[in-house]
């Protein structure tokens, strides 16, 4: 592979954020999967109970509801008992954005495969869509996923940076206020040794002992 080439494939592997799992799920059951996205990314979802006995339709028992929600609460996605559903999205908000897989309790239990695909940022272009519009090249449409790819690496390196801010002003925070919790703290138990040294003198005084 040409130094070119492999430039570009670690570029794209680095960049390029996605995640295609398959998984169990038993019924009456949940499963959370978390992905964190910056704003103004666009991030789109795919999923589909798998169906094990080829030939065959699905069973209604096997149906799953499936909820994406942002890290606020906000609701980007709802599919209630399905077999198989898709999103796409374009991040309001930077954070953890949540898609959770949930079965009904039945009887018996039930369980269920299922193939979840998430991609985000770069890995969420359609690029052969942009090759067809734009009618370019390989060599332009690998140019085009360069650029596209570094200005995404540029963008991720800004992310990351003001959430480390965030992260070094949350500490300064949570250490003042441990550092006037450990003085209160000695404040209280210095009262209350000087309560209890006053309490103890006035009863020896009373009993004569001093």
Known sequence: MSGFGLF???????????QSLRFDLQSGHTKCISEDIKSNSM??????VVNLNEGYPLPDSHKVTVRVTSSYGNNYHYGELVESGQFAFTAA??????????????????KLT????????????DWSNVAKKGQIDVMELELKKLFDTVSSIHEEMF?????????????????????WLSFLSLLVCLSV?????WHLKTFFERKKLL
């Open 93 to 110: 908000e930077s954070g953890d954005y949540m898609a959770c897989f949930w079965v009904p309790e039945q009887k018996p239990p039930v």
């Open 43 to 48: 991030t789109v979802g795919k999923y589909s």
């Open 193 to 197: 040794a000087g309560l209890q040294l």
């Open 159 to 179: 992310y990351l940076r003001e959430r480390e801010e965030e992260m070094q002003e949350l500490n300064i925070k949570t250490n003042s206020r441990m550092a």
């Open 8 to 18: 570009i494939l670690t570029l794209g592997l680095l960049s390029s954020v996605a």
């Open 114 to 125: 299922v193939d979840f695909d998430w991609k985000s940022g770069v890995a969420a272009k």
